[in-house]
């Protein structure tokens, strides 16, 4: 056996990251159900590098070194089992097998003990940075065990992207942590795309801008604190004109969001883990919203367009303030994102390091951006922070954007463009400096109706109200 690595499942991704790892000077064995797709890798990309192909997944396996690395590249769900099913058979103890698909951490969890009970391992890997990042350098989030991070490490940290001569590949921890981070990773990324969604909707509707002049205010952005790869793309794509029609090709597009289902885990799991992701829970909602045909429709009938738009004097006060705001609610978004990751760390002992990943997210995926960089720093500064939002930097960005974001969020409700992600990213933001929050009086009902009992502001305990009875209070 020659091959360093094997690769199987050769669609986009799955080709692109064998180019990669070609590139990189590592033999790879590729294998695919159809043999087509393989042949076709091989003469169109053979000169990348040293490639074994293999039209049987038996020869596949015998031509990669042992312990073997098997990368599997399937469609999430029922073909990476059925692609395990069949690997496992011919597979010796000691092997890995790496799932680096979008699989749910449960999937990743429930495959990995049933290969550990064949004596092999398995690893559940996060791929970041689409089609253009697998073959250039994407970023990699590596679970499963120290054993099998000591054979595949040093061949993903070498063909992920690099940012300060930092691989952006690293092991985040132990069995499901690399796909659950992965899926949080896309959380995150839906909500950073809602909040650049909503700011280019209020730019356009309350200033009545043209995408190509709105084009140029991201392409100014992205000079600033929000340099990163989704404005610039935001730019690009608003610039962009659509052949056929000649209009903005983003009003040829139906206004329909799709999912493939990582935000919506992500939104599953924040809520058994207790965590309030209120930015990735309305980004997935709006997308549900967006999709919801026949209901738009409905409504559209029934009630008019809102057209009370206020009038703005300042206009390049008001595009600063949108700026204000998408930077202060991306700041809530991401704070909230970590806190999911380090609490499902916590709950699963995987001692996850947010640091490490703001420090692999810096580069390759898709919310590459410099922002990360002071999420790095600040983790660095402060390992066991409580919220990424009470930090210096971050507090002062919040602070600085909390009259704009305000504004804007008046503005945009006032004249009837939906802002769910800015809004409920300021109502998170002040029910955690609130004084007081309301949420006495729903223990109060909770205990009315329920003798659900409450705490008191004045002494230790638990108590309950005869609310009934002669209203005296006992101890619960
Ligand atoms: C990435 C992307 C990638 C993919 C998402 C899109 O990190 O490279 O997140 O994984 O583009 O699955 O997800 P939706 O189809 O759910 O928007």
Redo the contacts with the bound molecule.
């Keep these: 056996p020659t091959a360093e690595i094997g690769l199987t499942g050769l669609a986009v991704m799955g080709s692109n990251l064998a180019r990669n790892i070609a590139r990189h000077g590592h033999t790879i064995a590729v294998h695919n159900r159809s043999t087509e797709k393989m042949t076709r890798l091989l003469e169109e990309h053979g000169d990348d590098g040293d490639f074994v192909g293999s039209e049987s997944l038996e020869d596949f396996v015998a031509s990669i070194r042992q312990p073997r690395a098997i990368i599997i590249m399937v469609k999430a769900g029922e073909a990476t089992d059925a692609v395990i099913d069949d690997l496992v058979p011919l597979l010796d103890e000691g092997d890995i097998v790496v799932d680096g698909g ?1 699989a749910h951490f449960a999937d990743t969890l429930r495959r990995q003990e049933a290969l550990e009970k064949k004596g092999l391992h398995f690893v559940g890997m ?5 089609e253009e ?1 697998a073959l250039h350098g ?2 990699i989030m590596v679970g499963g065990s120290e054993h099998a991070y000591a054979t595949l490490g040093p061949v993903v940290e070498d063909i992920a992207a690099q940012v300060d001569g930092t691989s952006c590949a690293t092991h985040v921890g132990p069995d499901g942590a690399g796909h659950f981070v ?1 899926m949080v ?2 959380g995150i ?2 909500a950073d795309m809602q909040l650049i969604a909503e700011a280019y909707d209020v730019l356009r509707n309350v200033l009545g801008k043209e995408p190509a002049e709105l084009a140029e205010v991201f392409r100014e952005w992205n000079e600033g604190d929000l340099d990163s790869f989704l404005i610039e793309m935001t730019a690009d794509v608003l610039a962009h004109t659509d052949a056929a029609t000649g209009r903005p090709f983003v009003d040829v597009v139906v206004d329909a ?7 919506r885990w992500t939104v599953q799991s924040a809520l058994d883990l207790g965590v309030p992701v209120t930015g990735i829970a309305e980004a997935t909602f709006a ?1 549900s919203v967006s999709g919801h045909v026949e209901q738009r429709e409905a409504a559209r009938a029934v009630f008019s367009q809102t057209s009370d738009t206020p009038g703005v004097d300042d206009e390049a006060g008001f595009v600063e303030d949108v700026r204000a705001a998408l930077y202060a609610a991306k700041v809530v978004a991401y704070a909230q994102g970590f806190d999911q990751i380090v609490e499902g760390s916590n709950q699963h002992g995987w001692d996850v390091s947010p640091g490490d990943l703001a420090t692999i997210w810096r580069g390759g ?3 590459r951006a410099k922002f990360l960089d002071r999420i790095r720093e600040a983790y660095e500064a402060e390992p066991d922070l409580t919220t990424l939002m009470t930090q210096e930097y971050f507090s002062r960005a919040l602070k600085e954007g909390e009259a704009g974001w305000r504004r804007v969020v008046v503005a945009a409700t006032q004249a009837g463009i939906p802002v769910p992600a800015f809004a409920s990213s300021l109502s998170y933001f002040d029910a955690l400096r609130r004084d007081r929050l309301p949420a006495a009086l729903i223990q109060a009902l909770r205990d009315n109706f329920g003798a659900h009992t409450y705490a008191r502001t004045d002494r230790e305990g638990s108590f309950h109200t005869l609310w009934a009875g002669d209203r005296s209070e006992v101890d619960a």
Excluded: D, F, L, W
Excluded at 126 to 130: K, P
Excluded at 257 to 263: D, L, M, N, W
């Design positions: 979008n996060g791929v970041s940075g689409g990042g994407p970023s992965k990773h896309n990324e839906y969001a799709e999912q493939k289902g990582t935000g997308r995926c898709i919310i």
